[in-house]
């Protein structure tokens, strides 16, 4: 069974900075894809950065020259440097990979427990 872990949320400033991060374990054989994921109040959840197992990122319009998704393969770790934050990045941010697992090998996507972003004014 594979777990996330995020970490790194918290209250900011707006034009402040932070960095999540989210950590998978257990029995994985390969990670295909990570990506960020956010949901605030009142709204669906929308997808923020996503990057390829290549290193290959995309970003909502949103977030564009903002927010850098990054990726540490030894660690299955993936991160999300969070700049020049706006009241609007309230939410809570979600983690997703697509992993492969023993003992059948098929993809399955997992989810983190999310982890709460609050820009202040």
């Known amino acids: 069974q594979v777990q996330l872990v995020e970490s790194g949320g918290g209250l900011v400033q707006a034009g402040g900075s932070l960095r999540l991060s989210c950590a998978a374990s257990?029995?994985?054989?390969?990670?295909?894809?990570m990506a960020w994921y956010r949901q605030a109040p009142g709204k669906q959840r929308e997808l923020v950065a996503t990057?390829?197992?290549?290193?290959?990122?995309n970003y909502a319009d949103s977030v564009k020259g903002r927010f850098t998704i990054s990726r540490d393969n030894a660690k299955n770790t993936v991160y999300l440097q969070m700049n020049s934050l706006k009241l609007e990045d309230t939410a809570v941010y979600y983690c997703?990979?697509?992993?492969?697992?023993?003992?059948?090998?098929?993809?399955?996507?997992?989810w983190g427990q999310g982890t709460l972003v609050t820009v202040s004014s």
């Open positions: 997703n990979m697509v992993t492969r697992t023993p003992p059948d090998y098929n993809y399955l996507q997992v």
């Open positions: 257990g029995s994985i054989f390969s990670i295909r894809s």
């Open positions: 990057i390829t197992s290549s290193g290959s990122a």
